[in-house]
């Protein structure tokens, strides 16, 4: 369900796509964006929509709310929010205005976005240069009306530098650096450690945090889980034994921390689509020559 009141001036833009399957397909794609010059009664409220949405103050402030979250937004601020979830949106008491960007957008993308621009499942505003964020706005109302495959992928890549400018900016808060800095030592523990039998109560016992914190954090951080990342750390080394060495492949399952041979030969061909000894000789495979005669 939506209600609003659209005290915008008339300036004010609203633009709106239906993306055919290959836009839904790409991991950054946009279904509605605008530039709303809100005035002071200017206010939104909806209980669901199959997207996120992210805004870009320029001038006044906006009051979001989400749960039990009130957040400002004022002039050089932006915020990612999830519209799966109720929410409401208006210009910000005592200010008489909230002129603003935004754009509904969605896609695998943005989802592994947001768990750096959402951190703990919180509203996490940031402030974004004016220089860095107008330009993107305007390529993407530049590029929305062509509808070409050119112009769909420029609007993919836009959303994408939107994002990232966001999430620089969040990580580099104080916290977000001590955080930061400690799962970056975790990660190096593993790739010093990736040939032992290591455990998540292992990887606990080298930080001060809660479990789901500590997985919420890697997560963040990362991009993966701590075993996904002890096994790709695993399965690289391995890589380098099988292509560098003639050791046997039980030798390297066993270097790389692994006990049983098959459950090694497993992983890697789930991982690579190649078994290790098809690995092995493919990349010893000498190259063509190409050279003129």
């Not at 005035?39 to 805004?55: G, N, P, V």
């Not at 492949?249 to 078994?275: C, H, K, L, P, Y």
Request: with cysteine; glycine share 6%.
């Amino acid at each position: 369900m939506l209600t609003y009141n659209m005290d915008v001036e008339e300036r004010s833009v609203w633009l709106r796509a239906t993306p055919n399957s290959s836009v839904l397909a790409q991991p950054f794609y946009a279904t509605e964006a605008g530039l709303f010059y809100g005035q002071s009664h200017f206010a939104t409220a909806r209980t669901d929509k199959e997207s996120y949405i992210l805004f870009y103050t320029l001038a006044g402030a906006g009051l979001i709310e989400q749960n039990d979250q009130h957040i400002s937004l004022p002039e050089g601020t932006a915020l990612l929010l999830d519209c799966r979830t109720p929410q409401s949106y208006c210009t910000a008491p005592g200010y008489d205005c909230w002129e603003h960007y935004w754009v509904h957008l969605d896609g695998v993308g943005v989802k592994a976005m947001a768990e750096i621009l959402q951190p703990q499942g919180r509203l996490s505003p940031a402030r974004v240069s004016r220089m860095e964020m107008l330009p993107l706005f305007e390529k993407l109302f530049a590029e929305w009306e062509k509808g070409t495959t050119a112009s769909q992928l420029e609007i993919g890549l836009t959303l994408h530098k939107m994002t990232a400018a966001l999430a620089r900016q969040l990580l580099a808060g104080d916290e977000s650096r001590s955080n930061r800095s400690m799962i970056e030592q975790i990660a190096d523990y593993i790739r010093a450690h990736y040939a032992e039998p290591l455990t998540l109560d292992t990887l606990l016992e080298q930080t001060p945090i809660s479990k789901s914190w500590f997985l919420r954090l890697f997560r963040q951080y990362m991009g993966t889980t701590p075993y996904n990342f002890l096994l790709s750390t695993r399965m690289t080394r391995a890589k380098e034994l099988l292509v560098l060495t003639d050791f046997p492949i039980g030798e390297i399952a066993r270097q790389v921390g692994f006990e049983d041979e098959s459950n090694f030969s497993t992983r890697f061909s789930s991982m690579t689509g190649q078994s290790p000894q098809q690995y092995r000789k493919n990349a010893l495979k000498p190259m063509p020559n190409t050279s003129e005669t």
